[in-house]
């Protein structure tokens, strides 16, 4: 959908709402109206609802992201990847391995699908430039099993800490030459309209269309308007 059938399509199901509900509601129904900045945020909130719900597989589908090529397909536009060399770390000297190295996950990062290390040391002779799996683990993980052979970093992977502030931390066995990070982006919001006076949707006032696949938007859309008539106190069913 483009933005103006968004914003006519957020019209049209809020009137079929005022036209059909219970006769001692029509006085409240009838004065309801939503804005082009109300129906960008209701919208924005929708899409961030049903990305999340994809993802982890709470949809009628009970697919989550990858599970079939559908849920792929779906969410295809917001996968990225991002590649740092060993001249993208973070300068931390809190470490809980003298091995340890931290890097600024990107801005725009909402979930992690896929991490890896390239290493880069001689001390591995023929397998020097190999890869390796990063693993995500707890801090009280980390603890029980850094000195385990067999659940601690290896020549075959990693482990990764989160650090906060956005940051992790990776602990590797051999020095790492490269980091590799596939992920979903967060969705850019739904903005009808270039918002006056300076007003943003999750950081953003000029007119933005949806980047999801199209066949999301009435999704979208019914969840949105949902969301909005709940608001106003009007129950409405998922």
């Not at 996968?79 to 990107?106: A, G, H, M, R």
């Amino acid at each position: 959908m483009t933005n103006e059938e968004f914003s006519n399509g957020f019209d049209t199901l809020v009137n079929s709402y005022r036209r059909f509900k219970d006769f001692d509601k029509q006085e409240i129904l009838d004065s309801i109206e939503f804005n082009e900045y109300e129906k960008s945020l209701y919208l924005t909130k929708a899409q961030e609802e049903v990305v999340i719900n994809l993802y982890n597989g709470k949809n009628p589908y009970g697919d989550s992201f990858e599970g079939t090529e559908e849920m792929r397909r779906y969410l295809d536009a917001l996968v990225s990847t991002k590649v740092y060399s060993s001249s993208d770390t973070e300068d931390i000297s809190t470490k809980v391995s003298p091995n340890s190295v931290f890097y600024k996950l990107p801005d725009d990062l909402a979930f992690i699908t896929m991490e890896q290390i390239k290493f880069d040391d001689e001390s591995l002779g023929c397998y020097n430039g190999s890869f390796a799996n990063v693993y995500p683990i707890t801090q009280d993980e980390y603890g029980r099993v850094k000195n385990n052979p067999f659940r601690g970093p290896t020549r075959y992977k990693a482990l990764r800490l989160d650090a906060g502030e956005n940051l992790v931390e990776l602990v590797s066995k051999y020095k790492i030459g490269e980091y590799l990070v596939r992920y979903l982006k967060k969705p850019t919001p739904i903005v009808l309209e270039t918002m006056p006076n300076g007003i943003t949707i999750d950081g953003r006032n000029d007119e933005t269309e949806c980047v999801l696949d199209s066949t999301l938007h009435n999704t979208i859309l019914n969840r949105a308007v949902q969301m909005a008539l709940h608001s106003k106190g009007i129950s409405v069913s998922k």
